[in-house]
């Protein structure tokens, strides 16, 4: 996945082969979840313009950088993420071909 140098330093070494559109199966751009932590639905931007109206509020899904991830993912919420994170994320295209 193309993720910009500079902010790729946050999580150098995690395993991301999974943080990518469920729906769509897109990687390495920006991935959001819903709000309710239950759902571990994860969407591209476009996917979740397509679901929006069906569930209720979609949030930025920000990966802890955990040890090991392999039972998946967990997030911040993205009032407490570390600024590095909130940036790891806001760097992320918003489409494989590279708007952020
Ligand atoms: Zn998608």
Request: net charge positive; glycine share 8%.
């Amino acid at each position: 996945m193309k993720i910009k140098k500079s902010i790729d330093s946050y999580l150098n070494g995690f395993d991301l082969s999974s943080y990518s559109c469920k729906s769509c199966g897109t990687s390495g751009v920006k991935i959001w979840r819903n709000f309710f932590p239950e759902d571990k639905n994860l969407l591209c931007n476009k996917c979740k313009e397509k679901e929006i109206k069906l569930i209720g509020s979609w949030i930025p899904a920000i990966p802890v950088k955990t040890s090991n991830n392999e039972g998946g993912y967990l997030f911040y919420s993205f009032d407490s993420a570390p600024s590095l994170a909130k940036k790891w994320w806001k760097g992320l295209p918003n489409s494989p071909n590279g708007t952020t």
